[in-house]
């Protein structure tokens, strides 16, 4: 009876060896595809909504997300718009001074100017749904602005 205990003991050793890197590889996809399959996302307040246009200018890519109007249930009347300019480096940015269209109707809703050696934005309103600027912030390669806008009617 002994013996059994310590062949299967050692047997259980010998899988836990064997099976734990294999977890630790493998865990990353099982979880992923269980979050998938549960239709969980990340909310838009983190990810900035999705991506309305992304167009390269002045030696770096401007990427513009729909905007995003927070809130527990349902949509709040105020919300934000992301704006990304990415480069190589980040150092390679000399400044910043672009019309940008987040509601994608053809027409220039806000005037976004970063200083990058300060840093500072400015947001200059063309729009009346546009409320002014609520973050700058800086990204790997680029710099980054969310800007507060009103929820059209």
Do not use: H
Not at 33 to 60: C, H, P, W
Not at 83 to 88: R, T, Y
Request: net charge positive; no cysteine.
């Amino acid at each position: 009876m002994n013996k059994i205990k310590s062949a299967l003991g050692y047997l259980w050793a010998v899988a836990a060896i064997i099976l734990i890197p294999v977890m630790f590889i493998g865990l990353e996809k099982f979880t992923k595809s269980m979050v998938e399959a549960s239709g969980i996302k990340v909310s838009t307040i983190f990810t900035g909504g999705e991506v309305l246009k992304a167009y390269d200018k002045n030696g770096y890519k401007v990427t513009v997300q729909k905007a995003v109007f927070p809130a527990l249930v349902g949509e709040s009347p105020t919300g934000f718009t992301q704006v990304s300019f990415l480069a190589d480096k980040r150092e390679s940015i000399a400044g910043i001074d672009e019309n940008i269209d987040y509601d994608g109707d053809g027409k220039n809703d806000y005037n976004v100017k970063i200083d990058v050696k300060k840093p500072e934005a400015t947001i200059t309103p063309l729009d009346e749904s546009v409320a002014g600027l609520y973050k700058l912030f800086t990204l790997n390669k680029g710099w980054g602005v969310r800007v507060l806008v009103k929820k059209k009617s």
